[in-house]
């Protein structure tokens, strides 16, 4: 009885929604609608469309995606052949997806001005075809931060700025010691980024590969370090996605993660955390950089506004505006001014830092992979969970999944990309 | 008179067209990508998640979960729905509170648990204040899996059994007063009267519960993610690992067929177990 009478009243709310939303979408049609899965956090996106967007002049509408809808949309459209996104935001491995419905942006250079643009960045936009198929928008990187209370317990003779992995696992017995709980805290969790922390970083900092020596005796002692490190670790890492929260509540002391995700923990409490380099392994100090970029989609409704759009997004001051509402650094020549945020403040030298550290292992974004990014990465965190959370045995987990790493290379024919040496061929796997 | 013969199928149209675009055509669609590989017909995709490491504990945990939640809930809702058909007066309200849950959608409710349960929830800050713990306890750690269970059991418990309770609140109150007075005068006592009056012309509708509510099990989803995280693999997890995360639809369509056909052989399990034998069809 009472079912029944409440549905005639769900029924003409839906339809009234509906309605309401059809009316919404034909008012957005005048909108270039800008598609992006970076900045989405609320705060993040509200100050993009606040603070970096007006200037453009002509309305814009900002909307930060998941990385499931996001992709979706993007692929529905290009396979439609007819859409409504005007431009596209997203990371280096993203466009390497949908490469081919994304317009040739070469001709953009002539509408920056005098704008320089990195050109390393640029090369890395065409994504290895003679077009330009995306325009570098923004870049970062990941960096260490630690509560002030852990600096107390740093091993004798190491040094925070040049650190290795073994003295931060010491560093981390000492905090459990004195704390009583572990104190070293990774984004393990379904949002977090924890398998760039073994593409860019671990990898390379053992084996200066990520491919290649997949497998390796190297990785082998890499693996079995890191597991003596995973024990001085928060259990509930497993579930970290920002690690900004728990470094704000105190569960964490120590931590690694992007420049984005820790603002929040730096600029509300600037004199409780320092930001220091990440550490270095037997091969070198491995580091990622992220590179972001906008490409413009063949559907595009309105290409001439599109590009208008992107050299918009190009000029300085938009980049500098773009620094404060994202924490992601200008890719062209800018002056940064004085009064920006601490967080960006703190992490940019830092970022700075790891560039030129002596020891240094540059680490690029997988390259040639596609759509099977995901593949990629799930090699990575599957290792991971079988070989320090299930405690699986690490020769026999490394060869099982070379394998995977295997057919993923064999479906893509990728070429190796830095810290791998040049291969002729899809990237052989030792 | 031809009017009043076509009236029936021009007002079933508009469901049927929606079912037809919206169910049957996406429907099929996943059903022919789940058995297509590059060289046609094959069964490539169910080896090629079969070969994952995750297959085989995501049926297991779900089956658990599946096999820990719905008894847990039938047994529970058949209290409550006796507790409820017996209350008089302000019954509705009691239905009211207890249907609540029913309202929250699975992640609202997993993100209430999570409050709850979280190495800085409210249980945590309870306890430390009682003097219990001496500081913050991670409950939903990876380490400890039968927590994690546990946790996902009490939120699905909490969250889904109104579903059941509703069904069989409707199904009791079609029971004859007459029944029950007839028991009495012969003595029989409450337990008795519920395994012999209630439980059998209670059949249809423990069925329709007990089918909805595994179906919906097997479809746990949010509750598990915001939980548990990656830490415990289920079924409509690596369905959404496998077509988001690894951009492999083929792969999460042939997940998908996994979780068709288990939620079919169970329908078919209680369609068989419970039928109607002695009742007539109305």
Redesign the interface.
């Known amino acids: 009885m009472?079912?029944t009478r409440t549905r005639p009243a769900a029924i003409a709310a839906l339809v009234l929604a509906m309605g309401a939303s059809a009316a919404l979408s034909s008012a957005e049609a005048q909108e270039l609608l800008f598609w992006s899965n970076q900045a989405q956090p609320v705060e993040e996106a509200q100050k993009v469309r606040d603070q970096v967007l007006p200037g453009f002049g002509k309305p814009v509408n900002y909307l930060p995606q998941?990385?499931?809808p996001y992709?979706?949309r993007i692929q529905a459209e290009a396979q439609a052949g007819s859409g409504s996104i005007a431009v596209i935001g997203g990371l280096h491995g993203d466009f390497a997806?949908f490469a081919d419905s994304l317009v040739d942006l070469s001709d953009i250079t002539g509408n920056l001005g005098d704008v320089q643009v990195n050109p390393a960045f640029m090369e890395l936009g065409k994504l290895g075809t003679a077009e330009q198929k995306y325009i570098p928008w923004m870049q970062a990187g990941y960096v260490m931060v630690a509560n002030k209370q852990a600096l107390e317990h740093l091993p004798e003779g190491a040094d925070i700025n040049a650190l290795t992995y073994d003295q931060l696992t010491a560093w981390g017995e000492a905090m459990t010691a004195a704390s009583?709980?572990p104190k070293i805290g990774f984004p393990a969790?379904?949002k977090g980024l924890m398998h760039r922390f073994f593409q860019g970083f671990l990898y390379p900092s053992y084996t200066k590969s990520v491919v290649t020596k997949f497998r390796s005796a190297e990785a082998e002692e890499m693996w079995n370090d890191f597991k003596a490190l995973w024990e001085q670790v928060?259990?509930?890492s497993?579930?970290y996605g920002f690690m900004q929260e728990p470094l704000l509540?105190g569960?964490v002391w120590v931590a690694w993660d992007h420049v984005a995700r820790l603002q929040d923990a730096l600029n509300k409490q600037p004199d409780d955390f320092v930001v220091f380099p990440v550490p270095a392994g037997p091969a070198g100090r491995g580091f990622m950089p992220v590179l972001a970029g906008i490409g413009i989609p063949k559907t595009s409704p309105n290409l001439e506004e599109a590009k208008a759009l992107v050299a918009y997004m190009m000029k300085p001051e938009t980049q500098v505006a773009t620094l404060t509402a994202t924490a992601f650094f200008p890719v062209v020549d800018a002056e940064l001014p004085g009064d920006l945020p601490k967080g960006i403040q703190m992490t940019g030298p830092v970022l700075q830092a790891e560039t030129e550290a002596a020891d240094a292992v540059p680490s690029l974004l997988p390259i040639g992979l596609g759509?099977?990014?995901?593949?990629f990465?799930?090699v990575f965190?599957?290792a991971f969970?079988?070989i320090v959370?299930s405690g699986r045995d690490v020769r026999q987990v490394l060869d099982?999944e070379a394998e995977n790493m295997k057919a993923v290379i064999a479906e893509t024919q990728a070429p190796c990309w830095a810290p791998d040496a040049p291969s002729d061929g899809p990237c052989p796997v030792e | 008179m031809n009017d009043a013969r076509f009236l029936p199928y021009l007002l079933l149209l508009p469901a049927t067209v929606f079912l037809i675009a919206f169910f049957l055509v996406p429907f099929t669609q996943v059903a022919v990508e789940a058995f297509t590989t590059a060289e046609g017909f094959s069964l490539g995709n169910f080896q090629t998640i079969g070969r994952d490491?995750?297959f085989v504990p995501a049926i297991r945990n779900t089956l658990l979960l599946t096999a820990l939640i719905v008894p847990i809930q039938l047994a529970l809702s058949l209290f409550m729905a006796t507790l409820v058909t017996r209350i008089g007066r302000g019954r509705?309200i009691v239905l009211y509170v207890f249907t609540i849950p029913l309202g929250i959608s699975d992640l609202a409710a997993g993100l209430i648990w999570l409050a709850l349960l979280d190495?800085?929830g409210f249980l945590n800050t309870v306890l430390f204040n009682l003097g219990l713990i001496?500081?913050?306890q991670?409950l939903?750690?990876?380490?400890n899996v039968p927590a994690l269970f546990a946790a996902i059991v009490i939120a699905e418990v909490w969250r889904a059994t109104a579903i059941m309770l509703?069904i069989l609140v409707a199904g009791m109150s079609l029971i004859p007063r007459e029944y029950y007075e007839a028991a009495e005068v012969f003595g029989a006592g409450g337990w008795k009267r519920f395994t012999r009056i209630t439980l059998p012309l209670l059949r249809s509708s423990l069925q329709t519960a007990l089918i909805l509510r595994t179906i919906l099990a097997f479809e746990v989803f949010a509750v598990v993610?915001v939980l548990a995280?990656?830490?415990l693999p289920i079924l409509m997890g690596e369905t959404?690992a496998w077509?988001?995360?690894?951009?492999?639809r083929e792969g999460a369509a042939a997940y998908a067929m996994i979780i068709l056909a288990i939620s079919v052989a169970f329908t078919l399990v209680f369609l068989i177990g419970l039928r109607d034998k002695a009742e007539a069809r109305t």
């Open positions: 009472k079912r998941e990385p499931g992709m979706t997806s009583g709980s969790g379904p928060n259990p509930a497993t579930s509540t569960e759509g099977a990014g995901g593949k990465n799930k965190s599957d969970q079988q959370l099982q | 490491w995750k509705d190495q800085s001496d500081g913050p991670n939903l750690s990876y380490q509703v993610i995280g990656t830490n959404f077509q988001f995360g690894l951009q492999d």
